[in-house]
């Protein structure tokens, strides 16, 4: 398994996640690592990702300012921190890698990614 994503679950809005990312020695050297989401009903959608090579991150706007994309080269895992949890940040949650560097333009782009983990769900309650 390449990517295997964890930390999902239920959650009160207002509250906070953290979801996991583990990625095997290959993955984990990807030029971008990055999480997108996909809501009931909706199509899978961007929400953050980093460039580490020039220690460039991007952020959908709607989750701009409460949402934190890190990792941990240690344990080869790739984290979100999410803050502040709205109902309208339900869904099941893909962390993913591309081998590539990217432009800035192309981080938000799914197609440019290699590798998906299989997703983890995050609900959260009004």
């Known amino acids: 398994v390449q990517l295997q994503a964890s930390g999902g679950g239920l959650v009160q809005a207002g509250g906070s996640l953290r979801l996991s990312c583990a990625a095997s020695?290959?993955?984990?050297?990807?030029?971008?690592m990055g999480w997108f989401r996909q809501a009931p009903g909706k199509e899978r959608e961007f929400v953050a990702a980093?460039?580490?090579?020039?220690?460039?991150?991007a952020y959908a706007t709607s989750v701009k300012g409460r949402f934190t994309i890190s990792k941990d080269n240690s344990k080869k895992m790739l984290y979100l921190q999410m803050n502040s949890l709205k109902p309208e940040d339900t869904a099941v949650y893909y962390c993913?890698?591309?081998?590539?560097?990217?432009?800035?333009?192309?981080?938000?782009?799914?197609?440019?990614?290699?590798?998906w983990g299989q997703g983890t769900l995050v609900t959260v309650s009004s």
């Open positions: 993913a890698v591309t081998m590539r560097g990217l432009i800035y333009s192309s981080l938000f782009s799914q197609a440019e990614y290699e590798y």
């Open positions: 020695e290959h993955t984990f050297s990807g030029g971008v």
């Open positions: 980093h460039r580490w090579s020039v220690g460039q991150t």
